[in-house]
């Protein structure tokens, strides 16, 4: 079956992703350091994270949970079967020159997300692999004393690398999938996947070519850490390509980085030839065994996904764009789902959206902490259906529950904001102004003057000091004037 493509200029656009997560176990991966991020350089280390001759490392077993939990996620195949390797090669932040890794047999293998389009269907990304492997440290450099200096507290730190398979064709796609498994990160809450801080860095690897041709030489793009600045820099990467291969210049295999100031990428590295690391099995470590009853373990402990989570919303009523921006945010979602406890209003899904966003943001609380609770936006919602505040009220009740935490229908007894009355009393306010503007009712009545509409509504809305159903006004006025 032909793949529906995505053609530039005559040519497809290959990529592949190598995504690295730094996973928040409370201990380092092969010894009892802390795992925390500390800027009291080599604090958090000791002779096995600093690859001292003779120690030996001991594998972190809830790292091994946490890799079976996102290879379940991503509808991996977990390996029975594993084996640590040796990488060998000489960094002055590796002590002991080779990093423990996975390579002929990694824990999880053969998985896939699918992705949603941007026409609303879904495109399968393959996932390769996904192996454990150490962190290394990190070397300082001082411009001030024009010296080098190497910490090591990062060292040993547990990494779970998810390498797919070169089935994007686009900056969306990949930006798509990068969000996409950086949720499912968060739901599982197996590392913070925070990009500023480099706990979910990518790496992507770019080629094009003519469709139906071999793969074409490809550019990896190093240390990007936004998603906008990814999708930019591929969509600069391919033109950049295109033109070589145009102008017939070779494409040169580097890796490459993004200059944010000058929107282009830049040569960080050639690589002359694939590196050689001399992978050799790691005889301090003996091989990993993870029967079906682990594996079924872990699988219990799997929270609602988010394209679970995606399907329940739409089956609830939600749109899709909707459901998306819910399902985005794991915060934000169970603020959504705590809310549907105390009401199933369908305006509460308005309210969240737009206000409580929009709060959230400028106010930089988080949905967690912020002083409207999922109850009182409950409360609001509620005091609003039940039209005893109307729409304009409820705006105002919103910006002092979320500044003071009261309750809702205490703000509103307090500052008199209930709707006034009953259909009856404000037709009998309406009749008053229809009796008291008789030329402007007949300029309105014989179609000159449409514009008149809203000195009726004006009338009212000051007659009931803002306080009553603008729907009742509008039919009234409607009853009254045609
Ligand atoms: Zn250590």
Redesign the pocket.
């Given at each position: 079956m032909a793949e529906k493509q995505n053609l530039i200029a005559g040519y497809e656009t290959v990529i592949g992703i190598e995504v690295h997560v730094q996973l928040t176990t409370r201990?380092?991966v092969?010894?009892?350091?802390p795992n925390v991020i500390s800027h009291d350089q080599n604090s958090?280390?000791?002779?096995?994270?600093?690859g001292h001759p003779g120690v030996l490392p001991v594998l972190n077993k809830e790292v091994v949970n946490r890799a079976i939990m996102v290879g379940l996620a991503t509808n991996c195949t977990i390996n029975e079967h594993n084996f640590f390797a040796r990488k060998h090669y000489f960094y002055p932040d590796l002590p002991k020159a080779y990093q423990i890794t996975q390579s002929s047999e990694p824990i999880c293998k053969n998985g896939f997300l699918e992705i949603p389009l941007e026409d609303g269907t879904f495109k399968k990304i393959r996932i390769n692999r996904i192996h454990i492997e150490e962190d290394a440290g990190k070397n300082l450099h001082s411009s001030l004393t024009n010296e080098s200096y190497v910490d090591l507290n990062r060292?040993?730190t547990p990494l779970l690398e998810i390498v797919t398979e070169p089935d994007i064709s686009s900056p969306y796609e990949a930006r798509t999938y990068l969000k996409m498994l950086r949720t499912i990160i968060t739901y599982l809450d197996v590392g913070t996947a925070n990009m500023e801080e480099g706990a979910f860095r990518a790496d992507t690897n770019i080629s094009i070519r003519k469709p139906d041709m071999p793969l074409g030489t490809k550019c990896e793009l190093k240390n990007i850490n936004s998603f906008k600045f990814i999708s930019d820099a591929i969509e600069y990467e391919v033109a950049r390509q295109i033109g070589l291969v145009e102008n017939g210049q070779k494409i040169i295999q580097e890796t490459r980085l993004w200059d944010i100031k000058n929107h282009k990428t830049i040569t960080m590295r050639t690589k002359e030839e694939a590196a050689d690391y001399r992978y050799l099995p790691d005889p301090d470590l003996p091989p990993l065994a993870i029967d079906q009853d682990w594996i079924a373990t872990i699988r219990k402990t799997l929270p609602e996904l988010p394209r679970d989570r995606y399907q329940r919303y739409l089956s609830q009523g939600l749109s899709a764009y909707e459901a998306d921006i819910i399902v985005s945010d794991k915060d934000l979602a169970h603020y959504f789902d705590q809310v549907q406890k105390f009401t199933k209003s369908p305006l509460v899904i308005n309210w969240v959206l737009r206000e409580l966003m929009a709060f959230v943001k400028e106010e930089k609380v988080t949905f967690n902490t912020c002083l409207i609770t999922p109850q009182l936006l409950a409360e609001l919602v509620t005091l609003l259906e039940n039209k005893i505040i109307n729409n304009r009220a409820a705006q105002e009740v919103f910006e002092i529950v979320a500044q003071t935490g009261q309750s809702p229908e205490q703000v509103v007894k307090d500052k008199g904001l209930e709707q006034i009355g009953s259909p009856e009393e404000i037709e009998k306010i309406i009749q008053e102004i229809i009796a008291a503007n008789p030329e402007n009712v007949a300029h309105y009545k014989s179609g000159t003057k449409p514009k008149l509409w809203g000195f009726f509504v004006g009338q009212a809305m000051q007659k009931t000091k803002g306080k009553a159903d603008p729907q009742v006004i509008n039919d009234l006025l409607k009853k009254y004037l045609s």
């Open positions: 201990s380092k092969f010894c009892s350091c958090t280390i000791c002779p096995i994270c600093c060292a040993g």
